[in-house]
């Protein structure tokens, strides 16, 4: 009996440490010292004698964020389904970045805002984890690149990578040009993983050697944000972490937005302000105040205008949601992988791309250690992060779908799966068991069909009629009626 997306999505998911790993190839090669290509380094030094690793990047991790990063400077989360593939992949990995100084908020000083109105749900039990961590992209990164770079079988290289070796069916190599050089540097390598981000240019190098290059699925989301930092002081706001979503309303002239803050190391607030399509933060300082005391609730105008701004406002846009469907491809050379923005890249605010690349060396060490044939495509490998790809696609696209500027592409059956989403989402605001079912699939613990599920579907539904009885009864009491 096949195995449903959901419970292959559990299963990519799982903390438990890989059984069977054995050294199955001499050397791998990755493309980019990205969160992807750090995890995947990880994962294949439990399969190759030697792992290289070709970065773009020659400055130090440990300097702030990585020029081929230009969003590293952004709010980032690191979802819990994340911080489990982190632990997975480096025990320790959580004490040691609490020890380093990354920041635990406590359950009360969260808050979550819909509509401008502050979201009081019932709580959700401990996901596994005994903490959740914040921090700001390059702690983390540089957190994970020194566990990495610990490994005795793991090297980099500075330079530029320049194409793939081919050999009849197969890629056996890759071509870099190192920093400082003109010549370029030939590698072979058994297997090569493109993690360089969304502006790989894997496709072209198929394409050129006379390969299909992967289809390329886009949304245009025209997403444009901006983010400063500030000295946290209590006195200000006690909050440690804040989200706020605002849906457009054109007939009430309302435009979507989403916003947030938190602390990170360092005892500082970072803070993102954002806007779509023609609504565009910018780089000047009373703008972002203004945007942050009347397009949020209270806490996000209060450290904008009360605390101290360390540094400028950063700003960043993004024109679109991207996946390329390598599962789709009728032909693709053996010894060739791609993992994280590589393969998709989601609207940045749902913060759904480093746990996806964690997710992705999970798969990468589910078909690594399943024996494949060296001279055979890693299709098994591309319909395990397909399974990935899915449910972050759509958890973030139904959400965007709503924005007036967005005009598809639309999956099938979505004004049926937008209703269920709808009423599901108005059920998790006072009932326990569908906020538990919500939050693991928010956090990609969970693939958003179980939200899906007859029980789950039919709860929300009762809850709905229940809350409708009540209204109608209030209205036929109150005042206004008699």
Same mark, same amino acid.
Not at 316 to 324: E, I, K, L, M, V
Not at 357 to 368: G, I, N, T, V, W
């Given at each position: ?9 559990? *299963? ?46 020659g400055? *130090? ?30 025990p ?13 908020p ?20 401990? +996901? ?6 914040v921090?700001?992209?390059? /702690? ?24 793939l ?6 890629? +056996? ?5 190192p920093e400082?050089?003109?010549e370029?540097v ?7 993983v ?5 502006s ?11 390969w ?5 699925l ?9 983010t400063?930092? /500030? ?10 972490v804040a ?21 990170v ?20 300082v ?15 105008g ?8 360390i540094?400028e406002?950063?700003t ?8 390329r ?7 693709l ?12 890249? /989601?609207?940045?605010v ?7 690349a ?14 494949p044939?060296?001279?055979a495509?890693?299709?098994?490998? /591309? ?7 899915d ?6 696209t139904?959400?965007?779908?709503s ?6 592409p639309?999956?099938?059956a ?5 209703w269920i989403?709808?009423?599901v ?16 699939v928010m956090t ?5 069909? +179980? ?21 109608s009864r ?9």
């Amino acid at each position: 009996m096949p195995t449903s997306v959901s419970r292959q999505f559990s *299963d990519i998911g799982t903390p438990r440490p890989p059984e069977g790993a054995k050294v199955i190839m001499r050397r791998a090669v990755v493309l980019g010292a990205s969160m992807a290509g750090l995890l995947a380094a990880r994962v294949l030094s439990d399969h190759a004698d030697e792992v290289l690793i070709i970065e773009r990047d020659g400055s *130090d991790v440990d300097d702030g964020p990585r020029p081929g990063a230009p969003q590293g400077s952004q709010v980032h989360a690191l979802l819990p389904a994340g911080q489990l593939q982190l632990e997975r992949w480096y025990p320790g990995f959580t004490e040691a970045a609490i020890a380093a100084g990354a920041v635990v908020p406590p359950p009360d000083g969260v808050r979550f805002y819909v509509e401008g109105v502050l979201r009081t749900a019932p709580p959700v039990p401990p +996901t596994g984890q005994a903490t959740t961590l914040v921090s700001t992209r390059p /702690f983390l990164e540089a957190m994970v690149r020194h566990r990495t770079m610990a490994i005795g079988k793991i090297r980099l290289v500075v330079g530029r990578a320049e194409g793939l070796i081919f050999d009849g069916d197969r890629v +056996t190599g890759a071509r870099y040009v190192p920093e400082g050089a003109d010549e370029i540097v030939t590698e072979s390598a058994d297997l090569v993983v493109d993690a360089m981000g969304r502006s790989s240019r894997l496709g072209d190098w198929l394409e050129e050697n006379g390969w299909p290059r992967p289809p390329m699925l886009r949304m245009p989301i025209k997403l444009n944000y901006a983010t400063a930092l /500030f000295r946290r002081d209590e006195r200000i706001s006690d909050v440690w972490v804040a989200v706020s979503t605002a849906s457009a309303d054109e007939a009430r002239g309302k435009v979507a937005r989403i916003g947030g803050f938190h602390v990170v190391e360092g005892d500082k607030w970072i803070m993102l302000v954002s806007g779509y399509d023609d609504d565009r933060p910018t780089r000047d300082v009373e703008d972002f105040t203004r945007r942050a005391r009347a397009h949020f609730p209270t806490p996000f105008g209060d450290i904008a205008e009360r605390a101290e701004m360390i540094g400028e406002v950063i700003t960043y846009h993004q024109a679109d949601s991207r996946r390329r469907d390598f599962h789709k491809l009728d032909r693709l050379p053996a010894g060739l992988v791609a993992a994280g923005d590589a393969v998709a890249s /989601f609207n940045p605010v749902y913060g759904q791309g480093m746990t996806s690349a964690a997710l992705h060396a999970s798969c990468l060490s589910a078909y690594l250690r399943s024996g494949p044939s060296p001279d055979a495509p890693a299709r098994a490998y /591309f319909e395990q992060v397909r399974v990935v790809v899915d449910a972050a696609w759509q958890t973030s696209t139904f959400s965007d779908l709503s924005l007036p500027h967005v005009d598809g592409p639309y999956p099938p059956a979505y004004k049926l799966t937008k209703w269920i989403s709808d009423v599901v989402f108005a059920a998790s605001m006072t009932d326990a068991a569908v906020n538990r079912r919500l939050d693991a699939v928010m956090t990609m613990r969970a693939h958003p069909n +179980t939200l899906m599920r007859p029980g789950t579907v039919l709860r929300a539904l009762w809850l709905s009629a229940v809350r409708g009885v009540a209204r109608s009864r209030r209205s036929e009491v109150s005042p206004a009626a008699g």
